[in-house]
């Protein structure tokens, strides 16, 4: 697609509900990066995926969080047992990879746990 | 670890007059990239400008510029001849050249522009 794209826009989940989160990145982009922004706050890494190896999962805030991309293009990010902590926006930017530095972003998915 | 500091949550300005931002980031890497990113209400993370650490001459792109400060470790925003359009949240981001591919993000400063 021309941009990357990301589903649902909004969510809204009752605690400890688990909620799966989409990201189609742009068609050929080998690098796919998931960033968490909670409200007024610069976005932070979570986790990044080079084609459907996960490289670094260092910013994953607890094992309840999971990330896959199992054929390298469409990533999924899966939080189990939500907490209210985890209401925030969930942006995915994808690359060409390598030292290119054209991130393109999503529009991001807006998580209220209540 | 790298971090990047955004010392203004919120400027504003005038339409049609000149606004800088600032940002500093602290890294001990000598090859990096820095990033200016704009983020209207749609959420949707817009390149601004961005700069090669390697490179001395200020990057521009039209009506914005930046001052970069290798040695201070400063790298601020110039938005010349402000419009209404630049309403936004404004990131300065980093990333090593080499290796880690993410990116470290300020906390993000709120520009308004008053008509």
């Known amino acids: 697609g021309a941009g990357v794209s990301q589903s649902p826009r909004y969510k809204v989940a009752k605690r400890g509900q688990d909620v799966a989160l989409r990201c189609d990145p742009i068609?050929?982009?080998?690098?796919l990066f998931w960033y968490q922004q909670a409200l007024g706050q610069g976005p932070e890494f979570l986790t990044y995926?080079?084609?459907?190896?996960?490289?670094?999962k260092s910013g994953l805030p607890s094992d309840r969080f999971f990330a896959e991309r199992p054929e390298g293009s469409v990533s999924t990010l899966k939080i189990q047992r939500t907490q209210q902590e985890d209401s925030a926006v969930y942006l995915c930017?994808?690359?060409?990879?390598?030292?290119?530095?054209?991130?393109?972003f999503g529009s991001g998915t807006r998580l209220t746990v209540v | 670890a790298q971090t990047v500091t955004q010392s203004q949550p919120e400027m504003s300005v005038q339409e049609a007059e000149t606004v800088t931002l600032s940002c500093t980031y602290d890294?001990?890497?000598?090859?990096?990239?820095l990033f200016w990113y704009k983020q209207p209400p749609s959420r949707q993370m817009i390149l601004v400008i961005r700069?090669?650490?390697?490179?001395?001459q200020n990057a521009t792109e039209n009506r914005f510029s930046v001052n970069f400060q290798k040695a201070a470790k400063s790298f601020s925003l110039k938005i010349s001849d402000s419009q209404l359009g630049d309403a936004a949240m404004y990131f300065c981001?980093?990333?090593?050249?080499?290796?880690?591919?993410?990116?470290?993000f300020g906390q993000g400063t709120r520009l308004t522009i008053n008509p």
């Open positions: 068609s050929g982009h080998v690098s």
């Open positions: 930017a994808s690359t060409l990879g390598g030292t290119t530095y054209g991130y393109t």
């Open positions: 995926f080079q084609n459907e190896a996960q490289l670094d």
């Open positions: 700069q090669e650490a390697y490179k001395q």
């Open positions: 890294t001990s890497e000598s090859d990096y990239y």
């Open positions: 981001a980093y990333r090593i050249i080499q290796g880690a591919q993410k990116l470290v």
